[in-house]
């Protein structure tokens, strides 16, 4: 398993754009009431750890300490198509919505506590796998009791980060805008 400390100027990084990005959804469904179903801090706290998990992600593929400011738009968290999901259960299964589109991917990391070390951090985000959305929308995952239902696919039905990386390289190789560069895409393999 893959793991990324976080410094406390990480997770001051986070708050910020977590805050950002809850007064912009309070803007969007104010209307709605989408966001009075949990407490303030609840909702802060699913951001922070959404925050999280996207820095994880970003310095795992590379790419620094890259940030979405844009969380209301169809386009995927990271570049090749990338959608993060992130959770603060050791335990929790990767979230897939209905209208994920299905050619992205979806990679699930978990933020967890860990035994604060000055030069560790005291967060760490755990990639525990990812798996093709067109293969996360299956009956069998889906789950109606969840208070958004939706495709939720438990950790042992992940495919391993190692896959991930190569599927990368191999869309990179495919007709896939990878590092600057993009090539004619082939058949034989899906684009994400």
Same mark, same amino acid.
């Given at each position: 398993?893959?793991?990324? =400390? ?7 990084? &986070?708050?910020?754009? &977590? ?22 801090a609840d909702q802060l706290e699913g951001e922070i750890v ?6 994880? &992600? ?22 090749? =198509? ?5 959770t603060k259960y050791p335990q929790g299964r990767l979230l ?8 992205f991917i979806t990679v699930l990391v978990t933020v967890e ?7 560790? /951090?005291?967060? &760490? ?7 093709? =959305? ?45 590092? /600057? ?12």
């Amino acid at each position: 398993m893959t793991t990324i =400390n976080f410094t406390f100027a990480d997770f001051l990084l &986070a708050l910020k754009e &977590a805050d950002n990005r809850h007064f912009r959804s309070v803007l969007r469904h104010f209307s709605d009431g989408k966001t009075a179903r949990k407490t303030y801090a609840d909702q802060l706290e699913g951001e922070i750890v959404g925050v999280l998990g996207e820095i994880a &992600a970003a310095r795992y593929f590379k790419l620094g300490d890259m940030v979405r400011n844009d969380t209301f738009t169809n386009r995927s968290d990271l570049p090749q =198509n990338i959608n993060i999901r992130a959770t603060k259960y050791p335990q929790g299964r990767l979230l897939v919505q209905k209208d994920d589109k299905s050619d992205f991917i979806t990679v699930l990391v978990t933020v967890e506590t860990i035994q604060h070390d000055p030069k560790l /951090g005291w967060l &760490a985000a755990h990639f525990r796998g990812w798996i093709p =959305n067109h293969e996360a929308k299956q009956q069998r995952f889906w789950d109606e009791k969840l208070q958004k239902p939706c495709y939720a696919i438990p950790q042992e039905c992940l495919r391993p980060m190692t896959e991930v990386q190569w599927a990368i390289q191999k869309a990179g190789m495919n007709g896939q805008h990878h590092n /600057g560069c993009s090539t004619t895409t082939t058949p034989d393999f899906p684009s994400f």
